[in-house]
């Protein structure tokens, strides 16, 4: 009995890894592929490359991560960052240092927006987030006069930190995003309403029973969602030193993509936020590299969605017969 | 005696309660079809020109292509799935056929074949792709979004930066031509609405979709062939995106990836406000196309109350809450995704 | 990386050693598929064309928005013409698209620069003009001569840059400017009429100097009244929509012209008056001089594009880059003229229409790639 116990035991834990692992797996494969094929891959400017294109997209993900947990999906984050780099940029000529905290408060504001709209009017989170997304994009346009312009020299000293860098290969940039991601991992894995997340996503009619606090875990997961999106749009536009409201359009689906390439499922209540960085890392891995190697600009978009497919098909967790996928 | 006049009692009341249910789900179920009439009133009295024949001929056209496509993902989202690849694939289909019948580029005047041949190749690529969601269990919205940039991919590398501009004139006809004063295209669309409605109500594939969109486990416990049913479904949505392909080379003139772009979204949008619900098991393709006017109504108004390009993306982000927040079932003990 | 993947793939091992009594088999089987299938995508990218070999010959990039569109497609094909011009094995041509995308655009260029260091030179068109600033630092950092044109944010100019050789542009207000002073005198009644205005992108660079241009034509241009501003973000389908929906509001004798800003949506435009009838009386413009574009115009449907000669602009945009390389020219001596100019656009109008075809269509136009003062039009500004 204690034999049988121990070996079924061993055997969770083991999936568990292989999925993790898997994850890894890519990764390494991948960069192994593109370093065989030009050496200059890994070379400290690249890298530096790399991490610092990480970084919005993986406080994307993570945000997104809480979403996806849930059950539900945010489709907002990408305009939430957009929006969130023109307000910085706007603001920086106009309250100083002050303008971050304001821009963060935008996007807890945000993504309050989007959990009342999901958990108070009951409107589905595709809907909801896909209407918020359509309205921020709009709110983008306007702050930002319908002009892509640069940020002026005078407010340049506020954001050149992103310019700086330790050993010449890890910018700054990722440093924050990488607290950022711990204290994600943190609130989702150690706290009570982050359990609360993942409980939710597992089974909500049971949490609810339970007792729990169903619709504040909700609230939380669109608010942690907001938050990031807002810190990628201050990423981005320390980045480009410039406000582009169409910055983000792109990143609403990659940012999605990065968090279940992660691990993290879509039907809910399973996955760990740290892992969307090995997620987010593929991605821009997969983008770099292609360039890196000098694949034809016509194929790219070709050979991306192959190596998504294929790195989806080596993160599915195929273990559970009585899963329903949707 | 007064034991039975208690239970009879009992019995009214419940007989009352049920009734009261159920009309507030007819109510529910009719709210998306309020809401369309409602907006069709306040954009005739707001906007000029939207009560004219002219603009009902406009709306006809421009809610055929979204009409088609809806009703290939209703039946995606009534077994509780989503897809995205109508983006890529639509674009590659509608760049392929301008390059296959009589095109400013190259020799190949395949005529009236090239249509069914390219909803063919549609078929077989949503056939993969489902596959790969069947049986490989990988989530339909990632597999979905890799395939379509894979034949967004191939649709830019078939007409290298320039678009093949169509010759056919089976093509110009169909594009401007009417019958019985209804345009070409919505006779299609129309065609594929009847075929629709009677797969979904008049066959049994349409009623195992039903069931498994309500509850999987059941469904397969009462002995429907789940993959199998799941295959006809993404071979219909192959179908109506190969219709959609062509339909969009029609109307714009030439191959271009730019017919499957803003295609997908505002599809989905317009069979949710329409009533069918995105966990599946609810809603059906008369909620569909109640949706897809909904969503072609809004888009023609806004450009007819001339609403300033900055802001027409909030004004129909906050129409589309409304009418979402209207139409969906409330309830304390409602679970929504 | 060797030690990590070591790492990796031992950990792997033994995880499966000790889960291969149950799902072990399966696990194999899976890893080993996701095996192959990552080295089939690596035959397949190697089997993919224009793959730059590291080091040898010089990488000519041209980093622009889209493969989709046939103008951006022309800078490749003139950065193309400019390396057949040199000696065989010298450059090869890598493009960059960042499908709209400014953030792509950046890392993309940056990865290059990683790749090839100094071995390369670049063309860009900034895919909004804030981009400039970020490639301009990050070519100076690593000693990448580079071209740029049409959109470069105001006060950062190439001056201030040892790298960035020069800067070029048709100038988009005068652009917008012409297309409509063409499309008024166009008129039913020259100078007068009413027009709907269909812009490209919102916050666009491009569009809104264009739309500087239409504002100055129309305040020369009393007698012409604006109906409707719509955006049609450069896609086709979206101007058709808006141009029925148009016609709807106000009726095919409500509207005179329409200004267009590019030729992909002027596509969508004719399709859209073609179907009532309406094309070749309702004239509209375009931009960019696609065959597309050129076709209307020849029917009648367009009163006039503007042909921009990508190929002009990127082969003497990379044969400046590759001057300075090869130290034929040197940016600090020299002139203004040199560093920032106009070039010539084409207005191709019913008028101008035969001797644009006669150079640019049924010939390609022999450039010299030596004669460098050949593209230069006039000062971008005046002194």
Redesign the interface.
Known sequence: MQKENSMWSKLAFNRETMIKLFSLVSVIVISCVFCVMSPAFLSRRNLLNILKDLSPVLMLACGEAFVLMLGSIDLSTGCIASCAAVMLTVLLGKIGPAAYLVVLGYGVFAGLFNGVAHTYLQIPSFIATLSTQAIWQSCAYLLSGGQPLAMLPDIWPYVNWGKASFFECVPLLFVVAFLVLLAYTVISKYTGIGKTVFAVGSNERATWLMGQNVRLAKMLAFLMSGLGAAIAGIFFAVKLKSRIPTVGVQYNMLGIAAAVLGGVQMTGGRGSVFMTLLGALLITIIQNGMNVIGVDGLWQQIIFGALMLAAIFMNSDKDHKGLVVK | MDKQVHTSRVGEEFAQEMKKQSQKERFMSLAPLIILLVLIVIFSVTAQGFFSINNFYNLLNQAAIPLVMSLGLTFVILMGSTDLSAEGLGGFIGSVVALMVLNSKNDMNLGAFAIPLVVLISIGVSMLSGLLHIKGKLPSFMVSYGVSSIMSGFAVLSYRGVPARIRDPLFTVMAQGNFLGIPYLTWIAIVTFVIAYILQNRTRFGSYVMAIGDNEAIAKNIGINIEWTKFKVFVWLGLCIGIVGVMGAVRVGQGDVGIGSDLVFPAITSVVVGGTSLSGGKGGVVHTLIGAFIVTVINNALVLLGVSPYIQQAVQGLIILGAVALSVPHGKNLIVK | ?LL??GT?IT??EQ?NR??K???GY??KR??K???L??AA??M???A?????E?AEPL?IAVSMRS????Y??QYVAGAELFAASLPEGTAEV????C??????Q???I????????DNMILFVDAN???????IAEACEE?GVYWCAAWNA??G?LPTSYKYWVNFQSCDAVKQGYDIAVNLFESLPTPGEGKICVL?G?????AN?DRMKGLNMALEEYPGIEVL????GDW????A???T????????EDGIDGIWCACDDMA??VV?AL??KNLNGKILSTGVDG???GI?MVENGELACTIANNGWLQAGYGCAYAYAAKTGVLDTETMDDLHRMFLTNGYLVSADTLADYKATFVDSQPEYDFTDLDYPIAGPMFEE
């Open positions: 990386m990590l993947s990796g950990l792997m995880e000790e889960a009594k149950m799902e399966k696990m899976r890893e598929a996701a095996m299938s990552i995508c690596a397949l990218v190697n993919a064309p224009v793959m730059a590291s990488t493969t989709t569109s046939e951006h497609m890598q493009m960059l698209p499908e709209g995308n400014d953030d792509k950046i890392n993309d940056n990865a290059l620069i990683a790749s090839k260091g909004n003009a804030p981009n400039i600033t970020s690593a944010p105001e950062i812009e992108m919102l916050a666009n660079t809104e409707d501003d719509q955006a896609d086709t389908g979206k058709l929509n808006i029925e929906n148009w016609l709807a509001k106000y009726g596509v969508g399709q073609t179907a696609t065959s597309a076709e």
